[in-house]
């Protein structure tokens, strides 16, 4: 009998614990501790037990069934607490959301474009960040050896070594988004005006306002009746109104102050370079204008009449302007930065800003 109520314990308590359900935790307790149960036979059993097997043998009987009952009751816990859900503490306050946000250049060249467009430009996007030398420069009135080549810091691609295999034209990464205009010309006719905003490239030494790798805005209008006051007036126009929005801007409503200085592109004639007045020191010098109290943002003239002769136009016909300009010195003059490395070190004490 010791035996067999060893077993029995044995046996309810490896079931109990397999148990997965309260289901077939009632069905056990029936099993065992029910009145036909496994217990209570053996508790009835000890009636026919001698006086001296009854005092052995009737405690352990006894101490079986409580052992049993608390295996199950242990369970029957354990499985309502599996079940039960965690409790929500609605008055907790919120976890705040990190949301992303626009890059200052995204920021500004949506501005730009805007602008643009409210004054009945289209824009034209992309053209090639790997171009070839042909609309980067040929087709520009740049001919090779001529000097305003060096002008263009060039990073060129490398050419395959074995010359069945590969690209072997003169590739190089776009020094400006001139390329652009001839690439529009020669499949549009005039009028139109177009502005181009792309990444381009120049193998420079950094400083606080040259990059490697920068963003131009090329705009071309072309028509019978383009002159350069269209010009003046769009530029001028395009400048109050950028550093009028005032979202972010640290030259709030300041008069913006123009600077026309004659220069030299070979595809304009004649050229000429902008300068905006430093917003920061009003031009007194600083250390975004590097003391000049200007900073040169923009190429800009009429469009050379061998380019459009080049694009097939007839230059005694049509006329136009074009410029460029550098996304990255105005949004240093629109939000006062005063490096243009800032804008790609992904410092987020400083992208977290705008
Ligand atoms: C040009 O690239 C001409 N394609 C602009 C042009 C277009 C002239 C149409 C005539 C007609 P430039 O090299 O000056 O011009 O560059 C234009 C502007 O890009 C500059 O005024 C300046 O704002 C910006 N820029 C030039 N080099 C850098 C640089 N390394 N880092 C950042 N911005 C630069």
């Given at each position: 009998m010791h035996k067999k109520i060893e077993n029995i314990k044995n046996q309810a308590k490896k079931e109990i614990e397999q148990c997965l359900d309260l289901k077939s935790l009632e069905n056990l307790k029936i099993k065992y501790l029910?009145?036909?149960g496994e217990v209570s036979s053996i508790l009835r059993s000890l009636?026919?037990?001698?006086v001296e097997d009854k005092r052995t043998i009737g405690p352990k009987a006894q101490s079986l069934k409580n052992e049993i009952d608390i295996f199950i009751k242990t369970k029957i816990r354990n499985l309502l607490d599996k079940k039960r859900t965690p409790i929500i503490d609605i008055t907790t306050p919120g976890k705040k959301i990190k949301t992303g946000h626009l890059h200052p250049l995204t920021i500004i060249g949506k501005e730009i474009i805007e602008i643009f467009k409210n004054m009945g430009f289209s824009v034209c996007d992309g053209g090639p960040e790997i171009e070839n030398e042909y609309y980067n420069f040929d087709a520009l009135n740049i001919p090779k050896n001529h000097p305003a080549r060096e002008m263009h810091d060039t990073f060129w691609v490398k050419k395959s070594s074995n010359p069945s295999k590969g690209i072997n034209d003169n590739l190089l990464l776009r020094t400006h988004t001139s390329p652009m205009q001839i690439r529009y010309m020669e499949k549009h006719n005039p009028p139109f005006r177009i502005i181009v905003p792309g990444r381009v490239f120049r193998y420079e030494a950094t400083d606080a306002s040259h990059e490697i790798n920068f963003n131009h805005i090329e705009c071309l209008m072309v028509g019978e009746d383009v002159n350069f006051s269209n010009f003046k007036y769009i530029v001028q126009e395009f400048f109050n109104k950028l550093f009028s929005i005032r979202k972010r801007s640290s030259s709030k409503n300041k008069k913006i102050n123009i600077r026309y200085r004659p220069s030299y592109f070979p595809f304009v004639e004649p050229g000429l370079e902008i300068d905006i007045q430093c917003v920061k020191c009003g031009g007194k010098g600083c250390n975004i204008c590097a003391g000049s109290g200007w900073l040169e943002v923009m190429g800009a003239g009429m469009v050379h009449p061998n380019v459009l002769k080049a694009v097939g136009y007839n230059p005694k016909k049509y006329q136009g302007f074009a410029f460029g300009v550098g996304t990255e010195r105005i949004a240093m003059l629109k939000y006062n930065?005063?490096?243009?490395?800032m804008f790609y070190d992904g410092d987020l004490r400083f992208i977290n800003q705008f």
């Open positions: 029910g009145r036909k009636t026919s037990l001698s930065i005063p490096d243009i490395r």
